[in-house]
Every structure is written in structure tokens, then in C-alpha cells.
């Protein structure tokens, strides 16, 4: 099958989106299929592969390090046309996924796309409109948009009912992004003594996007208690993103300062090196699809403690690989104390998440997109 993928994440891009898209479309490549993604260029970036195209991009002063494609000339069109492409995947529902919805209704080629992230909890990004306009807005445009795919895919149960809600009568299935597997070399990264954390230190761990949506004020609260109760602990925070400097302030303002550790952004091999420390996974977002992160902790028998909301629930079995809580630092707190203390429970946790991560296969997601694939196709036909 030949394959075209629109997104406006995409490599360099780190995030849940690009990492997914790019997870997929590796597993499609190895099972025998040709995936050529379209994507906004991103300045002194140059593709290792050959089945990348770019569109041309400026970067907005609000979010620099995700370029906005704009609407490529019409060259672009003829060489998308010399493809004969047999589907359409697009995985936003922007310039880039509105464009790859455009050409392929030109070619009668069947359209499915993921709707990977909850846009009307990220409107604050669009400062010139007032918040409720702008998720009145999102949410109309995301009904327009996924009713005219074929089909819909959604990281979760959870994310397919919340479209429904918002009035989209395509039908979705809940596929969850394959956990890649972290491999048996390390990133190098000698994670105690490069963070000055004692042999003796209980290790918290978050791996996540800096942004307003995580939810680390609540998570930096919930810390400050467990503090109280477990001098020992240490939170590690991993990643970059807008919301840094707010968060280290935050950390400052509450006392955590010497105890708060802000890694900025590591390689996925530098990743499992602190996962392989970590006692606990703490995740305090309420806007997640998935949280992809949790899963990854999970392949490595991190338990999580996570904030019950999205799709996180489908995730976290409560009780076994770790447990759910209300948005509330206290209980997130109680719970954290709870693992830290109870050696034999935690034991018992780390080894249900990774068998429970077990089940999440690269192969078998993207086997179960195939079958998607295949039914788009034949009802166009």
C-alpha cells in the first residue's frame, strides 16, 4: 500500500504527535509498505530520508519551535498526483491535514486521519482571541474536519467518545501508539552523579513537554508534601517547552529549588537510563489522549502515579501498575508516599506495568491501522 502522511508535527519536532508518527510509519515501512509523510519545513533541518516532503513555513513568535506551513504552489499538487497514492493519513487537522483532505478528495483517494491531541485545551496558545472563542471555534472546526475523513482513529476510548460528543459521526477506533522499546545499551548517561542524587535518594520521575497543560503546578504542590513526609525524595522533570522558567519559579517559590532537578531535553536512550533510577512515574496532566510517557515508564517497570482524566485511565491500571487520582496534590501526594514506603507493593507494581506494556506492540498498532486502512479503501471503491 502506498501511504501519504500529513502533519504539521514532525521531526525535529519532539512530541507525542511526531513520535507516533513517525513509530507508525517505521512499522509500515518494515511490513512492506511505502509511507511518504508531508510536512512544514523547519529551518536547518535536513531529512535523512528521501520520502519527506516540505512545505514552506514561518515560525510564529508564540511557538518557535513548531513551524505553520502555509499553502504550497501548485507543483506540489502534480508530484503528490504522480504518486498514486492508494490512501491519505493525515494525523492534524490544520494547514497540513486541511491540505492533504483537499488533494485527496481532487484523486478520489479515501482519507483517514488521528486525532491525537484535545485542541480545545490548547486555545491559550492563540493570544490574540479570548480562550472560550477560540475552543467554540476549535471544536467547530474539528466537527467540520474529521466528518469529511472515512474514518477516524484515536489514541483512546476516552478521545473517540469526547469527539463524538463534540458532534463527529465518522467512525473512530481506539488504537493506542505501539511503545517503542528502549534497547539493552544505555543513553550514557549516569544519571545520579550527574544530578547530584544520593545513592540513598528516592527518585520521582516526569518526562513531558514544559507547557501550561502538564498540570506541574499541581504536581510541584503535590511534591512539596511528599518532601515533608520523605526527605529523601527527588523529582527529575524532563523535557523543554514554553512553560520552563514559569515552573522553576515555581519551584523556587515553594522551597523545592535543591531538590527539583530540570534535565531540559534527552535523547530517548538518556531517557531510559533515568527511567532505569526511577522509583515512581508521576504524571499530573489532565488534557492527555494517551500519555504516551506513562507507557514507556511502564515497558521499564516504572509504576505511575497519574491524575484520572483523558485517556490516561485506559493506561494506569489502578491498584496494579500504579494508581489514579483526583486532581488534588494531597491525594497525589498520599499515594507517592504510599509507593515510596511500601517496598513489596511497588515491586508488585513495576512487575504488572511492564507486562501490561507488553501488550502494546509496535506490530500489532500498526497492524490494527492496516486493517483501518483497508476498510477506507474498500468502501471507496
Known amino acids: 500500500m502506498r501511504i501519504a502522511v500529513f502533519s504539521e508535527s514532525f521531526r525535529p519536532v519532539v512530541?507525542?504527535?511526531?513520535?507516533?508518527?513517525?513509530?507508525?510509519?517505521?512499522?509500515?515501512?518494515?511490513?512492506?509498505?511505502?509511507?511518504?509523510?508531508?510536512?512544514?519545513?523547519?529551518?536547518?533541518?535536513?531529512?535523512?530520508?528521501?520520502?519527506?516532503?516540505?512545505?514552506?513555513?514561518?515560525?510564529?513568535?508564540?511557538?518557535?519551535?513548531?513551524?505553520v506551513a502555509y499553502r504550497p504552489g501548485p507543483g506540489h499538487l502534480r508530484a503528490f498526483r504522480e504518486k498514486d497514492f492508494d490512501l491519505v493519513h493525515t494525523h492534524t487537522p490544520f494547514v497540513m491535514g486541511l491540505t492533504g483532505l483537499r488533494w485527496a478528495g481532487k484523486l478520489g483517494i479515501p482519507v483517514v486521519s488521528t486525532n491525537h491531541t484535545l485542541y480545545t485545551e490548547y486555545v491559550h496558545y492563540v493570544r490574540w482571541a479570548p480562550e472560550a472563542l477560540g475552543r467554540m471555534a476549535v471544536l467547530r472546526w474539528m466537527r467540520y474536519y474529521y466528518n469529511r475523513c472515512a474514518a477516524v482513529i484515536v489514541p483512546s476510548a476516552a478521545t473517540g467518545q469526547r469527539l463524538a460528543g463534540y458532534g463527529v459521526r465518522t467512525p473512530w477506533t481506539a488504537i493506542p501508539t505501539g511503545i517503542r522499546r528502549f534497547g539493552s545499551e544505555t543513553g550514557g548517561l549516569i544519571v545520579r552523579e550527574r544530578f547530584g542524587i544520593p545513592p540513598d535518594g528516592r527518585l520521582l520521575v516526569f518526562v513531558g513537554r514544559i507547557a501550561r497543560e502538564?498540570?506541574?503546578e499541581m504536581l510541584l504542590s503535590a511534591y512539596r508534601r511528599v518532601r515533608e513526609a520523605e526527605g529523601r525524595a527527588r523529582l527529575l522533570i524532563v523535557g523543554g517547552g514554553p512553560h520552563l522558567e514559569r515552573i522553576k519559579s515555581e519551584s523556587d517559590r515553594l522551597g523545592l529549588s535543591r531538590a527539583t532537578i530540570f534535565t531540559g531535553a534527552l535523547t530517548h536512550g538518556e531517557i531510559a537510563d533515568v527511567l532505569r533510577e526511577a522509583d515512581l512515574f508521576v504524571f499530573a496532566s489532565v488534557t492527555e489522549t494517551q500519555g504516551l510517557s506513562i507507557g514507556e515508564a511502564a515497558s521499564m517497570g516504572v509504576p505511575a502515579i497519574a491524575v484520572r482524566a483523558g485517556g490516561v485511565p485506559e493506561f494506569v491500571i489502578d491498584g496494579e501498575t500504579g494508581y489514579l487520582v483526583r486532581d488534588d496534590p494531597a491525594e497525589f501526594a498520599g499515594r507517592v508516599i504510599e509507593l515510596l514506603r511500601d517496598e513489596d507493593r511497588r515491586g508488585r507494581?513495576?512487575?504488572?506495568?511492564?507486562?501490561?506494556?507488553?501488550?502494546?506492540?509496535?506490530?500489532?498498532?500498526?497492524?490494527?491501522?492496516?486493517?483501518?486502512?483497508?476498510?477506507?479503501?474498500?468502501?471507496?471503491?
Not at 24 to 43: I, K, M, S
Not at 356 to 365: H, P, Y
Open 214 to 216: 502538564k498540570n506541574l
Open 349 to 381: 507494581f513495576s512487575d504488572a506495568a511492564r507486562a501490561f506494556a507488553g501488550t502494546m506492540t509496535v506490530e500489532s498498532m500498526a497492524r490494527r491501522v492496516l486493517d483501518v486502512y483497508d476498510a477506507a479503501v474498500k468502501a471507496g471503491k
Open 15 to 67: 512530541n507525542g504527535v511526531s513520535v507516533s508518527i513517525a513509530t507508525l510509519g517505521d512499522e509500515l515501512e518494515r511490513l512492506g509498505h511505502e509511507v511518504c509523510t508531508y510536512a512544514p519545513r523547519y529551518p536547518g533541518y535536513e531529512d535523512e530520508r528521501p520520502n519527506v516532503f516540505r512545505f514552506p513555513s514561518i515560525r510564529p513568535r508564540s511557538m518557535p519551535d513548531y513551524p
